[in-house]
C-alpha cells in the first residue's frame, strides 16, 4: 500500500504564495497519476490538479494560472505551488494518488489534508 503525508499549509495573506508537498511511501512502484483535491467547510471535495506519471498536467478553472503541480518520481513526491492565493481557496487540500496501469485491485490513497487558510 501506499501512504501519503502532506505538508506546508499555513495561513497567508491574500496575494501571497505557498507550496504543499505530498510524500509517498510504501509500494511507491505502483503509484500512477497523483493530484490534489481541496475542500472548504459545507462544500463539496472539488478536483484542483492532476499530473500523470509522465507529467501531463490538468487544472481546475478556478486555479488555472495561478497553481501549478509537480512531482519528482526519484523522491516520490508531488507539490502544488499556488501563487496570486485569494480568500476562496481557503480549504482543506488532499493529496492522492492512483495505483498505476496494470496495477488491480487498489485503491485510490488519500493523504490527512492540510489546511490553507487565506486572509482578506
Known amino acids: 500500500q501506499v501512504q501519503l503525508v502532506e505538508s506546508g499549509g499555513n495561513l497567508v495573506q491574500a496575494g501571497g504564495s505557498l507550496r504543499l508537498s505530498c510524500a509517498a511511501s510504501g509500494s511507491t512502484f505502483s503509484i500512477g497519476a497523483m493530484g490534489w483535491y481541496r475542500q472548504a467547510p459545507g462544500k463539496e471535495r472539488d478536483l484542483v490538479a492532476t499530473i500523470t506519471r509522465g507529467g501531463t498536467r490538468n487544472y481546475a478553472d478556478s486555479v488555472k494560472g495561478r497553481f501549478t503541480i509537480s512531482r519528482d518520481n526519484t523522491k516520490n513526491t508531488v507539490y502544488l505551488q499556488m501563487s496570486g492565493l485569494k480568500p476562496e481557496d481557503t480549504a482543506v487540500y488532499y493529496c492522492?494518488?492512483?495505483?498505476?496501469?496494470?496495477?488491480?485491485?487498489?485503491?485510490?490513497?488519500w493523504g490527512q489534508g492540510t489546511q490553507v487558510t487565506v486572509s482578506s
Open positions: 492522492y494518488a492512483d495505483p498505476g496501469p496494470y496495477i488491480y485491485n487498489s485503491a485510490r490513497s
